[in-house]
């Protein structure tokens, strides 16, 4: 019999670390510190099973069937409020409503890159955003944003767009300065790129007002006496699934109205529509403040499991790793004094010890950058923080060991 069709050939470029994330789970005990997951214990879900049953009763041909594919006219009008202000000027015009932010990321894939264009990305990268986006064979450009030395406009010469996340970045949790924005947008019209705002963790902000976003600064270039609707070089990425919960699966892209009609296009071909019963549950989450009401407790409860997770790096691993203490998001960044300790080498060792967290080579196209790891601290507990860093010294000490 004939062998069946090899598959496609993208797949040979994933890494072993990404699969043994999904056998983790298997492992008796295991404090996964590893993804970028939130804490159930936020979500309002009494609320939301009130404004689930309401929107099919109230709206059952709209919940319950298919709808258009840029999304409901209702909630791109109430994402377009909700982001406008008196330098950016949006209409429904300017809004895509996708399912989830991650098919974002897949759709601006599709309608960008052609096999070795080029990405700029903010380095590290988001490892969903390398996924997304390694079955088009693009070419890599790191941007290391904290580099004091960095030309930006160099850096997004000849790139189709350029990837950030300013706002707590992940895998790092930086916070991005204004005058980097600033220079980033600059690079961004001197070059022609497109510029990329990934902003998932804005609403995680735990210490200091945030800088304006890229898409505001952009905006501010506009003609004020120019009302028609943004037609900037950003194009911004926001989801509802670190701001209210994740299984709504309801994000959205706010760009210039071509770069809308690409997507659009795009999605016709991914998923016909994104679903009507949580897209109407979404508008009545946003026009109702749940989300502010909900911000404040997760807000008091990450603030305190950061610092938890920071105490207790400085008790256990300061003799061999170093870290940044976010001002927002979810994650703590750590990175070896010694930059010839692998974490990938690390993290096996680490699932023995029952400890699972994401090595920084998942976070470089290249695979090449291993002497960091990313911490989650938003899903667990400060008792079990301290112990899966109990852990995690326990595996270092058997990686250094003489």
């Known amino acids: 019999m004939t062998s069946p069709a090899a598959f496609a050939g993208w797949l040979d470029d994933t890494n072993d670390i990404t699969k043994a994330f999904l056998a983790a789970g298997q492992i008796p005990g295991l404090i996964n510190i590893a993804g970028g997951l939130p804490d159930p214990q936020v979500y309002p ?37 909700r982001f406008s202000s008196d330098d950016l000027h949006l209409g429904p015009e300017n809004v895509l409503v996708t399912t ?103 609403g995680l902000n735990y210490d200091s007002p945030l800088p304006p976003r ?20 950003v194009v911004y990425l926001g989801t509802l699934s670190k701001l209210i919960v994740p299984g709504l699966r309801i994000g959205w892209v706010i760009a210039a109205p071509a770069m809308i009609d690409a997507l659009t296009l795009a999605k016709q071909g991914s998923d016909m529509c994104t679903s009507g019963l949580t897209q109407r549950m979404a508008c009545e989450i946003l026009n109702a403040g749940l989300i502010e009401a ?50 990938d080498a690390l993290f096996k060792i680490g699932l023995e010890e029952r400890v699972c967290f994401s090595p920084s080579s998942v976070f470089d196209a290249t695979g090449v950058f291993r002497h960091g790891l990313r911490l989650n601290f938003t899903l667990n507990d400060e ?19 003489p």
């Open 45 to 81: 879900a009494a609320q939301i099973a009130e404004i689930a049953q309401r929107a099919v009763r109230d709206y059952p041909a709209e919940t319950l069937g298919y709808g258009p594919l840029e999304g409901l006219p209702d909630l791109r009008s109430a994402i377009a409020e």
């Open 100 to 202: 989830s932010g991650m098919q974002a990321l897949d759709l601006l894939g599709k309608v960008l890159l052609d096999e070795g264009d080029v990405i700029a990305g903010q380095f590290p990268t988001y490892l969903g955003a390398l996924d997304a986006w390694r079955p088009r064979k693009p070419t890599f450009r790191a941007m290391p944003l904290q580099s004091n030395d960095l030309d930006f406009t160099e850096a997004m010469q000849g790139a189709k767009f350029a990837y950030t996340v300013p706002n707590f970045s992940n895998p790092t949790g930086r916070l991005v300065p204004e005058s980097t924005r600033r220079a980033l947008v600059d690079a961004a019209r001197t070059t022609g790129a497109w510029l990329v705002e990934d902003d998932p963790y804005g």
């Open 214 to 233: 890229l898409i505001d600064i952009s905006a501010q270039s506009q003609p004020q006496a120019d009302r028609a609707p943004y037609a900037g070089p």
């Open 294 to 343: 909900v911000n404040p407790v997760m807000l008091d409860l990450y603030r305190r499991r950061r610092d938890a997770l920071c105490d207790a790096l400085d008790r256990h691993l300061s003799t061999w790793f170093e870290w940044e203490h976010p001002e927002g998001g979810m994650f703590v960044w750590v990175t070896a004094r010694d930059r010839a300790l692998d974490t």
């Open 383 to 401: 008792t079990a923080l301290e112990e899966a860093v109990r852990r995690l010294a326990l595996a270092t000490q058997r990686l250094v060991k």
